[in-house]
Structures are given as C-alpha cells and as structure tokens.
C-alpha cells in the first residue's frame, strides 16, 4: 500500500537527511528503527506531506503523495515526535476540533467519535481537563487520540513511547497492534524493544538510508550462531573493542557484559548466545559506518 | 527559601552578579530587544519631528527646546517604558515556571535573594538600555530630512544638551523605571502568571491614570501631591511653580525641596517592593491548570455507551466504522467555522484583550463625558461631531489588538508546536490562516459595536434628545471602522510572509509609521494610501461627495477598491504561508505558484481585476 522511492531530502545547510530511501510497507504494523540523526523524522515529514522532499516519490493506495498531498491527509493520522497543547483547550474539545479537520462534519457523529477515541485511550475521565494539566503520558494518549480519529489508513507514529512508563506504553502498543491489523502504521522509534514486540515487519534508517528490512525473526534468524557474549573487566573492554567486532556492552554488577559478532568463537571465555533483534540492529548500524 | 548559602559572603555576592550577567546577556539575545530598540526609536524620533505622532503632554507646555520641555518628554517616555520594564523583568521571574526549567533552579543551593535580585538587576539593566533610545532618539531629530526647523532639543548648546539629559535620566527617568520595574517585578512575584501580571499593571496603570497622572497644563500640585505622585510630574511642577517665561525657557530646578523629597520617597518604594518580591517569591513549582475546567460535565467518570463506543471496546474496527469522514463542501465549511470560532475564543480569552478593550473604552467614554459636559465651554451635543470625537478617543484600541493579535495568531501554531497536527490535517490551505483573519475581524467588529454602544450611552446618559445611531455608521464605523478592519488583514497578511511573529510586528509598525510619513509629506490621496477613504483628498477635492461611477460616492469605492486589495492580499498571503514544518519565508514563497492554481488563484486573479478597474474608473473620474 506504502510505497517510497529513491526520496532524497536535503536541507537548505546542505545536510542530506535522506539519501535515496526506497521502501514498501503493505498493511500492518512497520517498525522504522535507526539512531538519533537517522532521517527517521525527515522521512515521516515527507510521507505525511509536511515538507516536500528534494528528490523521489511517494505513493499510497493509488495516491501519488507529492501530487495530491491532500488526497493523503484524507487518508492520514499522525503523531508527531514533539506536539504542543493550546492554552485553556480541554482534551475533548481540541480532539473535537481536531474531528472537524479530519472531515467529521456531523456533530452527533463526530461527538460519538470522538468519545469513543478518548475511552478508547483511557482518557475518557480527563476529558474535560485542560491539555495543559495533563501528565506527559496522558498526553502522550491524546496525540495517539488525535491520530486515529477520522479513520485514518496511513497511520504515521513518531516515537509514539518516549518518556511513558511501561504500563503507558504496553497499553498504546497493545492499541497500535490493534490498529495495525487493518491499516498500514509506520512506527519510528530508536526503541528496538518496541519494534521487537510489535512489529512483524521491520527497517533500519542510518544516515539517510534504509540498510535493512524484512520480518524481525527472520532477521535475527540470519545472525544465529553469530552472536558471542562474555563478561570482562571494565578496563578490558577498550582492547576487547579493538580485537573484535563489538555488538553491545552493559555493565552489571562491577563487570561488563560483551557481546561480539563472529562466525566462529571469538576465544576461550565466550559462549554462544542467542541473537536479538537489538544485535540485527547494532550490526546495521556498525555496517553502515564508514570504516576508520 | 531556607536553603543553605553554599559559599561565604564573597561567593554570595558574586552569584548575584552572575546571575546578573546571565540575565543581562539572556535578553539581549533576543529579538524582542532589538524590537524595542527599532521601534521606541522611531516613536522617539516620530514623536519629535511629526505632529501627527506627538504625544499629548508634551504639547505646548514649555517652550519648544527648552531644558524643561526636555526633561518632560523624558517623563513621558518613562511612562511607555512602563510597558517594556513589566516585559523584561516579567519575562526575568516566570521564565523558569513558563519554560519547565524552574525546579532545575530552584534545586540548586542558590539563595533565593541573590537569585532574584541578579535576574531583577539584570533585567533591569536591560529596560535602561533601552531607555537610551530616548536621547538617541532625540539626537537623531536634529539630522530628520523632512524637518525644516530645528527639532525641540536640538536648538540647545551640545555642554547644556549633556547636563539637561543627564538631569532627566539620572534625576527623573531612571528612579521612574526602577519604581516601575520593582513594581511590575513584585507583582509577577506574586501572581506567577504572565498574563495575570499584564493585566494587573495595566489596572495600576489605569488607577495611576484615573489618579495621580500628569496633568502639565493644570499644574499647581500641593506639597502633599507633589511628594506622593510616583513618577515626579507634580514634583516637577511644584518644583518649576511661580516660574517665569524667561525661566522656564532656560532654567531646570535644583534637585532639592519637595523634588529631592520625591525622588527619595520613590527610590524606598522601589527599595522595599524588591524586598517585598523576595518575600513573596515561593520556591515550590507552580501549579499547573487546575484538574478540571469550569464546565466539567455531571456525569464526570461515567462512561458514555454509544454505539461507537461498543465498536470502539470491541477493538481494531472501530477505526474504520465509528465515524467515516466526508469531504465534500459541508465538510470544507464546518472546517472554516471550526477554525474560525477556535481563533475567536482564543483571543476573547486571554487577558491582554480584555485589559486593551478596557483601556479603549475608558478611553473613550471619559473623552466623550468631558465633551458632552454642560459647563464645557465647547460641548458636543451631536450624534456626529460625538462619532468623530470617538475615532480621536478610541483609533488606539482596535490598532493596537490588530497588530497584537495578528502575530500571535498566525503564529499560535508554531509557538504552541501544533503546527504539524494541523497541517497534515486534511483541510484546504486556506483554512489554516484564513480563519484566523476572519477570527481577528470578528473580535474588531465587536469591539467597534462595544465603543458605539458605550457612546450612545453617553449620550442616554447625558440626556441627548436627538441621539442619531445612524450618525455613528456614516462618521464612524464605515470611514474608520472599515480602515480598521482593513488594516487587521494588512497585519495578518504581513505576518504570513514575515519570517517570524516579531518580523511581522515589525513590517507592520513600519507601515502604519509610512502611512504617517506620507501624510506628513502631503501625499494624502485615498487611492494610494491603503484603507483610507475618508479623506478621498487631492485628487477628488473638487466634489469629495460627488456620485462616483454608478451613483456611488467616491469614499465607498474606495472602500471597495481596498477591500478588494485586501482580499489579494490574504489570498497571497493564504497561498504564502502554506503549511507543515519549513519556517524559512523563501521557501514558502517557492510554493506560492503551486497553490495559487487551486481557488486562491481564482480569487486572487477576481479581486486583482477589480482592484485594477475600479482603481482606474476612479482615477479616470479624478481627471
């Protein structure tokens, strides 16, 4: 349904945020992973029509997007990285007014509607607090609110977790799975847990590019046998780093945990572990780096 | 409070001072200094060279370039100055509530005395330099190629020049802003809100005015008012009383007697406000909007069961089925009023309108109460010569909320960062600003229904028995209401192409002071001057009344010719400002060809044809 090509953005200071993406994502949930910097957000401003890219297109269920931008936002929900609140608005007014944008012109439809997103999100009982009161979380809860109102068939989600504690965010995973059985929703995040749980289709932006895609399992399926771990000393880990291709480090108890990317044992003291999707993701990203 | 000094003496007061030097550098980087700076020197320099700009009090008090004269336009200045001190020291102490950044300070083991009196310190370091504009302001007076004459201060020797201004700054202005500053200073201290601090200085400023104000012409102030008026105009009067002609064109007063007096009393004030904003300063955040709104429903908690909301329990469906949008003309209008009655509220509700609206009929009605006074020796008892005394009484108020409110409307989004929700809505482009136009002309026409009404109440009041409604649409709502209203579109169609809100104010006060400047160079005729119809002027002066083309008198097709501008304006202005995340007007303006080909293009195509021909019928008519 999703369909990018060859898009290249670069900002009026030259920097080029994205370097010819090429991506499909049929209905369901599509995790778009990559580090701070990526183009993750450059890459969802362009697909939801905010700004035009310099190069390539984007097309959606037979809409070239960079044509009719406003046959999309018929089309769209998103919720972006950062969003404000106006000041003394309550929540039901400004998803209502928010309704109205999204082509709900019916008022006893529209007012059904809207109710019914804010049960739906759990903010049924903050309805008529002012956006301003509310805690990062709940707001958090509208911006999803506003995105899925008005039927939307892109659903387009920028770090839809950030700042929420686990129960917040077990909650809008369980509804963006929800949602994401009958309409295609991009979830951006640099959170691979995320995307591990959710997703069942996967990719990697790093630098402007998409250097992986596929199914999560598949993916870490290809790095079985790949993966090494080990514990060292704190002050070993530097000359670790130079002998080997390093995954991840975590301190634990005084120690680091190590683990290294090998087709065969690294040397005595490693173990085989099982891949994650988190080392699929840090040996993109260690690809994708020019080498030193 | 309470919280230990983490180092000794030394360390305290250095805090202060770098607490003051954070402050100072802080405001200096921001635009709204060199906002300040660009614009109280052109009022400065506006005021002192053009009449039309001359401030009240200054007028035919002393004589021109005399050192009292001098000194009086520095009081007076300390009195719009008033404004900008509650800005930079407001801005000072509910920065950290505003920005979230306020529990990192108050974490800190700063002292609360030398935190506040090093931002206030250098807050107000910031307001004095801004003050400078005034001498500089009145310096450049003296090199205005459009004056013929030397300029009021300038006709004094440059070694007495520095003595009269280093008396008025020194003497009057500076204990003047610092009163203002610590009091404005107290004030945001107590009430933690910015726009509760606006309005309670602008209620002081009001009961100051309705008070204590300066009344130069009437002056024989007592003893008694001369040391407790604040900001030294009867001490000042006191202090020059009994003066000769010859005197007052050269003399200033010793800074003794009941002057001296004055001053020390109002540094003490300004002393023990400061003292009185550390003790009211609380450490614990502020708290936020309170849980719920006023109109928080009965049946709070009690979950609705309507059939969307059974599709909605019952999972992913509901997305496709609760409520399908349409979007068809119906939808395209209910968009539009949406938009439109969100703007309204949105400036109906902040206190800033209220206080303007307040100020402008008070304003008002006094004007036309002393006017309509049976002793006045030349009392207004029409209908008419009342509407033109109300243009005069009122001009300031829907001015001053069009310019105001263009900015901050047009750029709400932005500010509020909600920009993106709006823009990838699915609504047509010309509903992202034009409801804010029409939003900003509904708040003018209320406000200009509110100043007839308080006139016609005058008049009831007074007893008028031939009170004539009509008369205040003829004189009044349709030569300068219109003007009005057609300026607010000039001033949001000026911020759509501005790279920023204070961009905006900026192209906007310029173009109010060009209209100034043009009537000041004689060139005063309605088809150049933008929204002016009332004086149709040279080109028409033969029969300004005559029928027009089609039996229409010449100021109504003016008024249709401006109009009609106006609508090309916004209609550029629509496709202009187009919508989602790029700030740089540039590259909003690339666009503009793209999204004039829809209706904008259209209509910006109709009323540029009607602008060119009932612009050429008039010229025609005029030759």
Redesign the interface.
Known sequence: MLDIRDLVHVYPDGTRALDGVTLSAPAGVLGLLGPNGAGKSSLMRCLCTLQRPTAGSIGFDGIDVLAEPQRLRQALGYLPQDFGVYPRVTARQMLEHLAVLKGLADRHARREAVDAMLARVGLWEARDRTLEGLSGGMRRRFGVAQALIGAPRLVVVDEPTAGLDPEERNRLLDLLASVGEQVVVILSTHIVEDVADLCPRVAVLAAGRIRLQGAPADLVAAMRDRVWRTTVPHDAVDALRMRLPMLSTRLSAGRTMVRVQADVSPGPGFEAAAPTLEDVYFSTLAASRPAR | MGRAPPRAAQGKRSLAWAVAGFELRHQLGSPVVAVVVAISVLMVLGSATIDALRIGPLAAVDPPGSPLAVARVYLVWTLFFLFTSMAFVADAVLRDDITGFGAIVRATPARVPDDLLGRFAGAFAVVALCFMNVPIGLALAGWAPWIDQPPDAASIPWGRQAQVHGFALLVLALPNLLLGAALFFALATLVRSMGAAYLGAVALLLAYGLGAGPSPSSAQPTTSAALLEPFGFAALAAATQGWTEAERASRLPMLSGVLLWNRVVWLAASLALLWAACGLYRVEPRR??????P???SS??A??R????E???R?????????????GR??A???YV??TR?ETR?VF?TPAFAALMLMGLANAVASLWSATDPAAPQRLDDSAALAQRLVEAFRLAPVAVALLYSGDLVW?ER????H?????????DA?VLLPKAFALLLVLATLLAASVAAALGVEWARGHAGIRPGAYVSAYLLPHGVEWLLFAVLAVSLQAVSPGKLAGWGWTVLALIASFALERMGLVDGWYRYGRSDSAAAAFAASPEAPGPLGLSVPAWLRLYWTAFAVLLLALACAAWG????P?TA?RLA?LGRRMRGPLGTVALAAGVAVAAIGAALLGQAR
């Open positions: 936020r909007a309170p849980g719920a709104s109109s928080a429903p709070a908690g979950r609705p309507t059939r969307a909301m599709d909605a329990s999972g992913p469906s509901s997305v496709g089925t609760a409520a399908a949008p349409s979007f119906a939808t209008v209910a968009q949406a938009r969100l949105r509700g709400a500010e509020g960062r909600v993106e929700l709006v823009a990838a809505a699915p609504v047509p509903a919508r989602g995340t790029e740089r590259a666009g």
